[in-house]
C-alpha cells in the first residue's frame, strides 16, 4: 500500500535553532513529494514539492527539504525556527501512475518554537 | 482576491438535515478536490473532478454527493448528516489532475453534527 509516515507528533524548538520535521515514505516508482503547513484555524498552505531532479528543493519562507531516495525520506528542514513556524505540518505523497492528482498525506506534525 | 474560497466557514446543524459546502476557485484550474479532515487531524481525499468529470471517489458513502456546475465551482452536498461527519472540509484546486501539479486549499469548513 501507498503511504507517508511522519513519526513524531510533535517537534519542540527553540527559537533561532535548527528544525527538522520528518517525512518517510513508501510508493512504487517514482514519488512526487509535498508539504504544506496548517496554521490554526486555517486552510493548508502549500511549502515546497519534489518532482524530479536536485535532491534538495527549496520553498516558502525559508523551508527546504531533502530527497532521499535510498532512504526513502524526504525531511523538512530550516535553518533557524521563528516563533510564527509554529504549525501542524504534512507531508504528502502523489503516487505514480495515472493523473488523478490524488494526495496521500502524512498523519502531521505539530512543530511548537519555543522564544 | 481569494484563490479557493469556501462558504459557509462553519455550519451546526442536526443529525439527519442535509447540507451543502460551497466552494469556488478563480486560479483558473481544471482540478478540484474535496478532502476531510477528522478530529485527530487526518486528511483524507474525498472526491476529485477535472473539467466538471468525476475522476476520484474514494469509498465515500453516497449521502455524499460532489456537483461541479462549472470548472470553478465544486459544491459537496451531504444528505442525512451523521455525527460521524463532523469534521473540516478542505476544497483545493490544481491545474490540471497531473502528478506534478500544486493543489491550492480553502480555508476549510468547520462542520458539526449535533
Known sequence: AQSVAQPEDQVNV?????????????????????????????????????????????????????????????????????????????CAVRPPPGNTGKLIFGQGTTLQVKP | ???????????????????????EQNLGHDTMYWYKQDSKKFLKIMFSYNNKEL???????????????????????????????????FCASSHQASHTDTQYFGPGTRLTVL
Open chain 2, 1 to 23: 482576491d481569494t484563490a479557493v474560497s469556501q462558504t459557509p466557514k462553519y455550519l451546526v446543524t442536526q443529525m439527519g438535515n442535509d447540507k451543502s459546502i460551497k466552494c
Open chain 1, 14 to 90: 527553540a527559537e533561532g535553532n535548527p528544525l527538522t520535521v520528518k517525512c518517510t515514505y513508501s510508493v512504487s516508482g517514482n514519488p512526487y513529494l509535498f508539504w504544506y503547513v496548517q496554521y490554526p484555524n486555517r486552510g493548508l498552505q502549500f511549502l515546497l514539492k519534489y518532482i524530479t531532479g536536485d535532491n534538495l528543493v527549496k520553498g516558502s519562507y525559508g523551508f527546504e527539504a531533502e530527497f532521499n531516495k535510498s532512504q526513502t525520506s524526504f525531511h523538512l528542514k530550516k535553518p533557524s525556527a521563528l516563533v510564527s513556524d509554529s504549525a501542524l505540518y504534512f
Open chain 2, 55 to 89: 475522476i476520484i471517489n474514494e469509498t465515500v458513502p453516497n449521502r455524499f454527493s460532489p456537483k461541479s456546475p462549472d470548472k470553478a465551482h465544486l459544491n459537496l452536498h451531504i444528505n442525512s448528516l451523521e455525527l460521524g461527519d463532523s469534521a473540516v472540509y
